[in-house]
């Protein structure tokens, strides 16, 4: 693929990420032609309230239906925005997130993992170049908010570390 390709293709992933926020959609997947063997699939997903929910497996992440706890109703976990959490990590960048370095290996991070300052805990695959994305500080993994495979869009939150 030639840098022009790749200049274009960057253009039109942040033109259908504008055209989600503009339609007030929450996803949007298109595949784009360049010939027979080259061809670009892009879906983007808006992931505004995201609940993650603790249980038994260590490795349990995000749900996308919204969970209410006894101890608090309904409306407020539905209008939390992790992003908004002092403790969130957010994407740097467009691409596709992966919690392990390989299928099957064990995951950089889990809830209720101690993680240090600078420690991978993901990686973003953007372009064929995987991205280890560090801790932005030492504490505890207190929810993962993304789902092995599936992209990220910039700024969007990652996983909450207290």
Do not use: C, W
Request: proline letters at 7%; a negative charge.
């Amino acid at each position: 693929m030639s840098k022009q390709n790749t200049d274009t293709d960057v253009a039109f992933i942040s033109a259908l990420a504008e055209l989600l926020n503009k339609n007030d959609l929450t996803e949007l997947s298109v595949k784009r032609e360049y010939g027979e063997d080259d061809s670009l699939e892009v879906r983007v997903v808006k992931q505004s309230n995201v609940v993650t929910v603790a249980a038994a497996a260590p490795a349990q992440v995000a749900h996308h239906a919204p969970v209410a706890s006894a101890a608090a109703p309904a409306a407020a976990v539905v209008n939390e925005d992790p992003a908004q959490h002092p403790g969130a990590v957010t994407s740097p960048m467009v691409g596709t997130v992966y919690l392990a370095a390989e299928p099957g290996s064990a995951p950089f991070a889990t809830i209720g993992a101690q993680v240090t300052e600078g420690q991978t805990v993901l990686i973003i695959e953007a372009m064929k170049t995987m991205n280890h994305i560090p801790a932005p500080r030492a504490g505890t993994v207190k929810r993962i908010l993304v789902e092995d495979g599936h992209p990220v869009e910039y700024g969007a939150p990652l996983m909450i570390i207290e």
